[in-house]
C-alpha cells in the first residue's frame, strides 16, 4: 500500500470515527429530550411524594445524559485536533497500528468495530493500550489481552 492510500485510508477512519461520535451524540440528545418529556407529563396528583420522586427522578436522567453528551462533545473536539493525513514512525494519536489478527487506530475510544471485514480497535489517546503503543515501531511487541503481540505495520 502506498503512503496515500494509507493516509486515504486512516482518513475514511477518522469520518467513520466522526460518524460514530455524532451518532451517539444525537442518542444522548434524544435521551435528555426524552427525560424532560417524562418530567413534564408528570401529573400531580393527591400522592404528592410520589409526584415529586418521578419528577426527580426523570431530572437525574436528564442531568446523567447531559454530563454524557459534554463528553461526547470533548472526545469530538479531541478528534477534530488529530492529524491523520501523516505518516506516523511510530504509535501516536492518528496512527494506524496494524498487528497479525487485530488492529487499532488511536483517534477516539470507540471499541471494536469492524471495518472492510477487519477487525479494529478504535483508542482514544489517554487508554491504557494506546499509552502501551506510544513509541512503539514496527516489529516492537507488546501485550493485548495476555498475549504478546506482534506490530507487522504502523502508520
Known amino acids: 500500500?502506498?503512503?496515500?492510500?494509507?493516509?486515504?485510508?486512516?482518513?475514511?477512519?477518522?469520518?467513520?470515527?466522526?460518524?460514530?461520535?455524532?451518532?451517539?451524540?444525537?442518542a444522548s440528545k434524544l435521551a435528555m429530550q426524552h427525560a424532560q418529556e417524562a418530567a413534564n407529563n408528570e401529573e400531580k396528583s393527591s400522592a404528592g411524594d410520589k409526584y415529586e420522586t418521578a419528577r426527580a427522578m426523570s431530572q437525574l436522567q436528564k442531568d446523567m445524559h447531559s454530563k454524557q453528551l459534554a463528553e461526547i462533545i470533548k472526545e469530538l473536539a479531541v478528534l477534530y485536533t488529530i492529524d491523520v493525513?501523516?505518516?506516523c514512525e511510530e504509535g501516536e494519536p492518528g496512527a494506524f497500528v496494524e498487528c497479525l489478527r487485530v488492529s487499532f487506530f488511536i483517534v477516539a475510544g470507540l471499541g471494536k468495530?469492524?471495518?472492510?471485514?477487519?477487525?479494529?480497535?478504535?483508542?482514544?489517546?489517554?487508554?491504557?493500550?494506546?499509552?502501551?503503543?506510544?513509541?512503539?515501531?514496527?516489529?516492537?511487541?507488546?501485550?493485548?489481552?495476555?498475549?504478546?503481540?506482534?506490530?507487522?505495520?504502523?502508520?
Open 1 to 26: 500500500m502506498r503512503d496515500s492510500e494509507r493516509i486515504d485510508f486512516k482518513n475514511r477512519l477518522k469520518l467513520i470515527c466522526k460518524s460514530l461520535i455524532e451518532q451517539r451524540m444525537d
Open 85 to 87: 493525513n501523516k505518516i
Open 113 to 155: 468495530q469492524i471495518v472492510d471485514g477487519q477487525v479494529i480497535y478504535f483508542l482514544s489517546p489517554k487508554a491504557p493500550l494506546a499509552r502501551a503503543l506510544y513509541n512503539k515501531k514496527t516489529g516492537d511487541h507488546f501485550m493485548f489481552n495476555q498475549i504478546e503481540t506482534k506490530i507487522v505495520n504502523l502508520y
